[in-house]
């Protein structure tokens, strides 16, 4: 094993590639813009999506466990009103029917939704939008 020491390494790089070093200087890129939380309040803006962080590969249990997620955010206070584990969360009618249930666990409908644009997510927008 040949170990080359960190300053050596750090002075051929930026002899040979100091573009590439002024590139990734702290304060050499653009920053992002940010604008404020345009929101009236609880219930205006719900944003809602699964999530595929507990699924078959992730977990590496055996066998076929996977615990899909799909669940809603409330862009005001950033509470999670609604979670629920899915067999599916790619089932267009299962994503309309978790609306819906959500829907009816807290009797109101939120002004604005956001979802990805999943195929999924189709039944879950005609819900909103018939309801309102």
Known sequence: CLLIPRKD?????????????????????NA?????????????????DG??????QTLRMGGKVSLPIYSSKDQFVSFVPYMCVLPNVYCAKTIAHVFLDMVEM????????????????????RSQETLW
């Not at 390494?9 to 890129?29: P, T, Y």
Request: charged letters at 25%.
């Open 9 to 29: 390494v750090r002075q051929v790089l930026h002899d040979h590639f100091d573009e590439e070093f002024d590139k990734r200087l702290v304060g050499s890129k």
């Open 32 to 48: 992002i813009g940010h604008i404020p939380l345009n929101c009236l309040g609880p219930w205006h803006h719900q944003h809602m």
């Open 51 to 56: 999530h595929d962080k507990l699924v078959e």
């Open 106 to 125: 807290y009797g109101c409908i939120p002004l604005q939704l956001t979802a990805d644009k999943g195929s999924e997510v189709g039944e879950m927008i």
